[in-house]
Structures are given as structure tokens and as C-alpha cells.
């Protein structure tokens, strides 16, 4: 009998939860290539790229297809990296193919070679040495004038933002070089006494640096801390212990944290390049810097939810900021969560981790109550700043302007008067939720997103001229006239931030009013340019939860909350907490420096508990009581859920999906806790009928081995075909 012909076992970004297998390429020997190295397949009539997993016998009587080429000599996923990967892979029951393509940047995926990840600077060229004294004044020479001592371009970004234009020009010229720079030793700050002598840390700051440095293997550390106390101090000198051991740091940030202030912070602390992971980075960058990482180049990484998947082969430390932020949870495609990945991997890495919030997730305290994480404490605002006063604002039958009652009016007033910048916090864009005729009671609907029992409103923008839907995205002009009744009485109802900005603007000419949203600043850097205008003066920003955080906002002394009512009645079993979170990460913005805050809560409900709880006893109060909630209603952290969803233009193929797979759930284990099918809490979503099945379990042993039992023939199965369906391990929302 001839020996079977060796072939590689590739994984490759398909629904298909299975390896494929080909021939290497070229003639060379399966066992030549090395687990984790990338390959390039055909695939159908494509060309795609996978990684291989494995080499084996072929299986007798199948087609084999022969690989088209190695991009790479060496493997690009290895060691504890690969095999959290595959961990990840099985813990939500994706295809080990989606979750590696997931992982490798963008640039990678599509199969481009492995870019340059040298640090590159910027010198004067002997003819820009001759020409510098002799150039005119302006940007191009102060650009030069930097340039008298090669400076790297992290410095660069600091010093002088926006400086790639004009030292293009200046290259053009011949006057500037590009040159590659050596990296910065990887101890030790950039002038001596420079990281711990700007502060002397506090007490409590003190404590949270030694238990965190005094951690050895895989530690969790909660580092529990009210805004303003510090937090940043203690990631900072954490991560120069780390730096000064020989060790890589990663560091997770909220979506909308990530500021350009926070990151100069870092690389004006450190004295290492602090390299920076996010949105706003050309896939390029992205992939030079993952591979920094993977060849311990890069010493500090910064970076937003899907930097969880650097590389970090000399890692000493993780730090996940606002750990509780719901930016770490990937809401499609592979629906990880970046905070609980960050874990696993402090685990397979055998690293300390610390979780840092002022308002931890509920499942976090409840692993520090029990004892799984050690629990570190702030309970004081570092220097001088004192906690702000928080004071409910009951606005029942008090006449209301945009949304604004009195009392709120006159406190702005004075803030302004008293020199003070105000923060009018409204979580809902556009002009007003809804638009309603006053003849006939018509109001607006989404078409694609409306049925007969749930209609979806469509916001007001653009000062009542257009309609849009938050949910699908759909846009068309508003009606002049109602559609029903033909009256020209059509009334915008309920308050965004547009119409709350107009409002100001007409009351308070004297002073800038800004609105900060994803409507009028979709760049970080744009936001950046709004605050600077503002700079120290007296003024107003109104805006949305883009403003709870990130930003540095040292003159703002008020911050007025209007429109929670609504948030006090949903149906979401985290709505609460969620509220809690964002009230008080949002009165956590007033009083950062030397003045005093107040916030102000107005609400038709100034006796509903979350509000007393929050207002008297705190957040760790509400999140006491409401821990006993959900262990009284069997929610998690006490129990674990799953969410299988499915959708369709017709509502039968998504219902008979999920029938099939509660049958197949149910026999798998009788125990078991199935709700549903039914219709998702948002019913119909641009013209697809959307079903669910929330699955719940008191183990996640248990929880695990009924959805092993199910899912490989879910993907097989008749109804699988007629829907697009998810399944959603540890859902962050029921929707
Ligand atoms: P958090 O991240 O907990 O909200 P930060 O780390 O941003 O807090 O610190 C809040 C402010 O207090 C910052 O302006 C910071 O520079 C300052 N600060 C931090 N630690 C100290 C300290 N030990 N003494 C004085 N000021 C401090
Ligand atoms: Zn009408
Ligand atoms: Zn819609």
C-alpha cells in the first residue's frame, strides 16, 4: 500500500466550522510548514488566506487542491497567542477560521506582505541644514526649527500635530529625510524622576502600585477607583515596573477613550514609544504595529477593543480601562468581549491584569466580593479636587424649555457668570425623537423597522427638515404636510442635543455652545479641535455619551443631566446598570481640578430607587441591591446565557430555526433553561423579522456542553439555510 499523501490542515475565514485540507505548495514537504503561518489558498473560485493548524494523512478518495503560497517564512500566530485563539474559537462556538481572521489585522487577513515595523524619525538634510537659517517665517520653517535634533515621529505627533503635511512638502524640497531610528532603551523614563516625581502618589495609590507590582503569575486585580482618583497614576507606574523587568505592557481603552490627550500622557510618562492601536489608524499602521508587538518591538501597547490581539511574547502586565465599557464587546461578526479575552490571556500568559473603573460591571464586583479578583480601592480624588455635589431636580409640572426646567437654566447661568465651563448631558442625537401632528396624532415611523405593535419612531434632524432612523439607518426628508390628515401642524416632540443646542445658543449668545456627537464630530481628532476652541473660556457643551469620558475637561464646574426618564423603565435586564454607569461616569466629569462641581439630575421620578440609591448611597449601593436582583431573578453573574438570534424577511424560517434548535437544546439536557423563540425586543430591523432564544444555565460547564451538543448541526441543518442567524455567548444585550 503507497503511504498516504501529507496534506496541511488550514483555517480558513468561513461559517464552515471545519479545517480544510491541501496539498503544500510548490512540491514542498506538509511537515516543512510550521503550524501558524499563513497560506494562501483557492477556495471556490477565490483566492483566500488561511493559517495552518496542522498537517496529517489525506483523507482517501477526496480532491485534493494544492496551496498557492506561503506568504511568510515563519509562523504569524504561535505560542500562547494561537492557542487562546483556539480557546476563544471554542468558548463561543465560531469557526476557528473567523476568530484567527478576526485577530490578524486587516492587512494581514487579505494576504500583504509583512510591513517594515522599524520606528522611523525625521532630520534636516545638509541642504535643509544650509537653507534653515535662511528660510521666511511660518509653518514650514517652525516644522524645520523642530528638526534640530532628529526627532521620531510618536514625537512628532506630540509636538507637532499635523506636522505630516508640511514635512512633505518640506522632503519635496529636499530640505527634510525620512531615517529609521533606533528604539529608545526600553527602561526608564525620559528625564530622570520624571514618572514618579510629577505626583507623589496618595495612600490608597501607594497600595494599589505595591499589590500590583507584588503579583506574580496570572493575578486579577480590580482596581476600584472613583473618577478623578487617580487610576491613570497607578496604570502609569505599574507599567514602568513593567518596562523597567524587561517586560511588554498592553493596555485596553474604551472606543471613545483613547484620546489623543490620554496617549501623550502615556508617551510623556514612559519614555518608550508608546505605540497606539485604533480606528483611526491606516491598516497599514495597524499591521506594523501588531507585528512591533509580535517581534518585542513594541514595549507598550495602547489600544482599543481589538488590540486584545496582539501578540505579546514578553508580556508583564495587562490593564483594561473602564473594564466596564460597553465598546469591549464586539457586537457582530465574532461577538467577543475584549475585557473577558484580556483575562483568559493574563491567565495562558500567567501575567497580572488589572481591571480598572469607577463604576465596575457587576459581574467584576461580584468576582472581587468572592474573591477571585484582588479588590483595590480609591475612594478619594487625587490632589485637591473634591467630589462633586449631586442633587436631583424634580421638573414635574415645572415649565420646561428644550427639555430644560428652570432651575437647570439659572445653575448655567451662574456657572457661566462665575467663569465656569457646563457640560448639558443628553444621551439622544438629532433635534427630537419624534414627530408628531398636533390635528390627528400621525406621527413618523421607520418603514423598515416598524410593526403594527412596536413603532419605531424616526428622529427629527437637521432642525425638523429630515427624518432618520437610529436603528437602520434609513434617511428621507420630513413631510410639510401631515401623510393622514394633511395638516400643517407637525410638531418635532421630546428634546435631542441638536434642538437642546439650539436652545442654548438662543439664551446664552454670550458664550460658545458646542454640541459633541456622533453627528458633529465623527473623527476623534474633530472632537479634539472643538475643545481646543473652547479652550479656557466661559462655555457650553452639550452632548452625548461621547462626553461621559476620555477627555480632560478641567474648567467644567456643572453638568446638568436631562432625558434619563426613560432609561429608569427598560426592559433590558442591565438597563440599570448600564444608567447607573453613565450617571455617574457622566457627574464624574464636573470638578476634576481645583473648583467645585455640581451636577444636576433632572426627572418627572426623583423618588425612583436607582436615583436615591445612586444619589445617597452611591454606586457601590445600587450595585449591592441590584446584585441581589439578579441572583433573586437568576441573571448573570449568577447565571450564563446564551443568545441564539435569527432573522428573515418572513417570520416563519427564523421561528422554525430556532424551534429546531430548543428541540436540539432541550435533549441535549433536559435541565437546561430555554425563553423563547420569540420576537427580539426590537421585532423588525430594515425589513428582516427578528426572532431569539435566550439560553440559560447556573453552570457554564453546562452551558457549553449544550451548545457543543447543538451547534455543529445547526450549521447543517435544513432551516439554517433559509435564515442569517448568530449565537451570541455571554450577551451584553438582549437585542
Ligand atoms: P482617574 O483615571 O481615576 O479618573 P486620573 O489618573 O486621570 O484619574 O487622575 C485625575 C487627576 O488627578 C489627574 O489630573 C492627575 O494628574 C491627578 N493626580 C493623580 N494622582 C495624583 C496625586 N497623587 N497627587 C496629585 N494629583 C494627582
Ligand atoms: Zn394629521
Ligand atoms: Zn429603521
Redesign the pocket.
Known sequence: MPAPVHVLRVALPTPLPRLFDYLPPGGMAADAVAVGQRVQVPFGKRDVVGVVLGHGPAAEGVDLREALALPDPAPLLQGELLASLRWLAGYLHAPVGEVLATALPAALRRGEPLPETATFGWRRSEAGETAFPAMRAGKPRALAALLDAPRSEDWLDDAAPGWRSTMRSLRDRGLVERIEMELAPATGPRTPGDAAAL????DE?QAAIDAIRDARGFVPLLLD?????????VYLQAIADCLARGKQALVLVPEIGLTPQALARFRARLGVPVHALHSGLTDHERAATWLAAARGQARVVVGTRSAVFVPLPEAGLLVVDEEHDGSYKQFDGIRYHARDFAILRARALAVPIVL?S?TPALESLHNAASGRYAHLR?RH???N?TPPRVRIVDVRKRPLQAGLGDEALRAIRAAIDAGGQVLVFRNRRGYAPVLLCHDCGWSAHCPRCSTPDKPTPMTVHAHGRRLQCHHCGHRRPAPQACPDCASLGLQPQGNGTERIEAELQARFGDVPVLRIDRGSTGQRDALQAHLDRLGDAPGILVGTQMLAKGH?LPRLTLVVVVGIDEGLFSADFRSGEKLAQLLVQVA?RAG??ERPGEVLLQTHHPEHPLLQTLVHGGYHAFAEGELALREAAGFPPFAHLALLRAEAKQADPPMQFLQRAAAGLAEADPDIVLHGPLPAPMPRRAGYQRLQLVVSAAARRQLHAVLDALVPGLHASPEARKVRWSLDVDPVDLY
Not at 505626583?199 to 496618595?202: D, G, K, L, V, Y
Not at 477607583?225 to 497614576?233: H, N, W
Open positions: 505626583f507623589r502618589p496618595n495609590q477607583g472613583v473618577t478623578g482618583s487617580g487610576k491613570t497614576e480598572g469607577a480609591l480624588r487625587a490632589g479636587a480632560d464624574g476634576r481640578a
